[in-house]
Nanobody
């Protein structure tokens, strides 16, 4: 059974940092590109960052470039999102996604990040 479990969300003050983790199981983690998405209240889900299966390519949305860092540990079946200099606009539910091709993609249930003073 495929499973993706995000963790590490919480409440943080503006300017603070959080590290999200997403552990995958039930599939060959090292074969999949991994992505982070987020969905703010009342908004559509948006792509945040992505990393290819063997770390060849890493990309970020312009809104998080220079503040967020995506990384992965294939041995642990885990992808991370280090989030620094957090802003209230970063408040959202963060989801991880494992992507092989168009018809093979898995989602986690999300972890809530709230940036507020």
């Amino acid at each position: 059974q495929v499973n993706l479990v995000e963790s590490g969300g919480g409440l943080v003050q503006p300017g603070g940092a959080l590290r999200l983790s997403c552990m995958g199981s039930g599939f060959i983690f090292s074969h999949y590109a991994m992505r982070w998405y987020r969905q703010a209240p009342g908004k559509e889900r948006e792509w945040v960052a992505g990393i290819t299966a063997l770390n060849e390519v890493i990309k970020y949305a312009d809104s998080v470039k220079g503040r967020f860092t995506i990384s992965r540990d294939n041995g642990k079946g885990t992808v991370y999102l280090q989030m620094n200099s957090l802003e209230p606009e970063d408040t959202a539910v963060y989801y991880c996604n494992a992507y092989l091709r168009g018809d093979i993609s898995f989602w986690g249930k999300g972890t809530l990040v709230t940036v507020s003073s």
